[in-house]
């Protein structure tokens, strides 16, 4: 059991992250108003797949397989676009459905930073690959993007004081929100203290929290929430799905090339 101690809060963390995913689409698939759609069920799929790869990489690490670590590793270059794409997915969802029952939607914001900040944190993982450990902290801090909706999503479910009973109690999704984004930036604030030199990844990936909760202040200060919803609703769902993973997947492929061979292309495109 010595060797997985160096990686006890990696493990724990994709645990955890798994346990309150769970609890997060627990009303989806299984409560009184459960209603699970095929988008849930990819929606799930690409996350708790992705939960697995991590842990199974961190695992590996562990136990000293570097080589097979590094085999597995190339499974990313499919599911990190898919898990992108997915997210930007979900956010063009979510925009349709809230202008199809004129509800606002409460997480406008958060759905476009979160896909933007994802997209960016799988391109910088693989951009900055040799330096092991931030490239490690990269890819495990990732679930800080999934773990602050999880929190969300299970509060409103199975906390009393902020479940949604009706129109009056919209402030809780805010309530809810905050505690999420202040959980969230607890564990990235520890991740980030058990190795300050290298754990800075997780203190870019949380940030995203509040850079979302400034940006929908900022927006709604001046009236614009409803524009942005309208604006992401407008494109076709499987149009997004495929543009975001095409885009992901070159940026990602583009950054694991070796040095040499991306040397010999630019060289030839400059004859």
Same mark, same amino acid.
């Given at each position: 059991?010595?060797?997985?101690?160096?990686?006890? /809060?990696? @493990?724990?963390?994709?645990?955890?992250?798994?346990?309150?995913?769970?609890?997060?689409?627990?009303?989806?698939?299984?409560?009184?108003?459960?209603?699970?759609?095929?988008?849930?069920?990819?929606?799930?799929a690409?996350?708790?797949?992705?939960?697995?790869?991590?842990?199974?990489?961190?695992?590996?690490?562990?136990?000293?397989?570097?080589?097979?670590?590094?085999?597995?590793?190339l499974?990313?270059?499919?599911?990190?676009?898919?898990?992108?794409?997915?997210?930007?997915f979900?956010?063009?969802h979510s925009?349709?459905?809230?202008?199809?029952?004129?509800?606002?939607?409460?997480?406008?914001v958060?759905?476009?930073?979160?896909? $933007?900040?994802?997209?960016?944190?799988?391109?910088?993982?693989?951009?900055?690959?040799?330096?092991?450990?931030?490239?490690?902290?990269?890819?495990?801090?990732? $679930?800080? @993007?999934?773990?602050?909706?999880?929190?969300?999503?299970?509060?409103?479910?199975?906390?009393?004081a902020?479940?949604?009973?009706?129109?009056?109690?919209?402030?809780?999704?805010?309530?809810?929100?905050?505690?999420?984004?202040?959980?969230?930036?607890?564990?990235?604030?520890?991740?980030?203290?058990?190795?300050?030199?290298?754990?800075?990844?997780?203190l870019?990936?949380? /940030?995203?929290?509040?850079?979302?909760?400034?940006?929908?202040?900022?927006? /709604?200060? @001046?009236?614009?929430?409803?524009?942005?919803?309208?604006?992401?609703?407008?494109?076709?769902?499987? /149009?997004?799905?495929?543009?975001?993973?095409?885009?992901?997947?070159?940026?990602?492929?583009?950054t694991?090339?070796?040095?040499?061979?991306?040397?010999?292309?630019?060289?030839?495109?400059?004859?």
């Amino acid at each position: 059991m010595k060797r997985y101690r160096p990686y006890a /809060a990696e @493990i724990a963390l994709v645990l955890i992250t798994m346990v309150v995913g769970m609890l997060g689409f627990w009303s989806i698939y299984v409560g009184p108003r459960a209603e699970a759609e095929p988008h849930h069920h990819f929606h799930v799929a690409t996350t708790f797949g992705w939960m697995g790869l991590l842990l199974t990489q961190v695992m590996l690490l562990a136990q000293g397989k570097w080589q097979l670590h590094r085999q597995v590793g190339l499974a990313v270059l499919a599911a990190g676009p898919l898990l992108v794409g997915s997210a930007a997915f979900l956010a063009v969802h979510s925009a349709q459905s809230a202008i199809a029952s004129g509800q606002p939607d409460f997480l406008i914001v958060q759905n476009v930073v979160g896909t $933007l900040w994802l997209g960016s944190i799988l391109v910088l993982a693989f951009a900055l690959r040799r330096q092991r450990k931030v490239h490690g902290a990269f890819m495990t801090s990732t $679930l800080l @993007i999934f773990l602050g909706p999880a929190i969300f999503f299970a509060l409103i479910a199975f906390a009393p004081a902020y479940r949604i009973e009706g129109p009056e109690t919209f402030y809780r999704f805010q309530t809810a929100g905050q505690m999420s984004l202040n959980v969230n930036l607890a564990i990235g604030l520890l991740m980030f203290a058990k190795d300050w030199r290298n754990g800075w990844p997780y203190l870019f990936t949380v /940030a995203s929290g509040p850079l979302a909760v400034g940006l929908q202040a900022y927006l /709604a200060s @001046i009236d614009r929430l409803n524009d942005l919803t309208t604006a992401v609703a407008a494109p076709n769902k499987g /149009a997004i799905l495929a543009i975001v993973v095409i885009l992901v997947g070159v940026l990602l492929a583009w950054t694991t090339l070796p040095i040499r061979g991306r040397s010999t292309v630019v060289m030839n495109k400059g004859r």
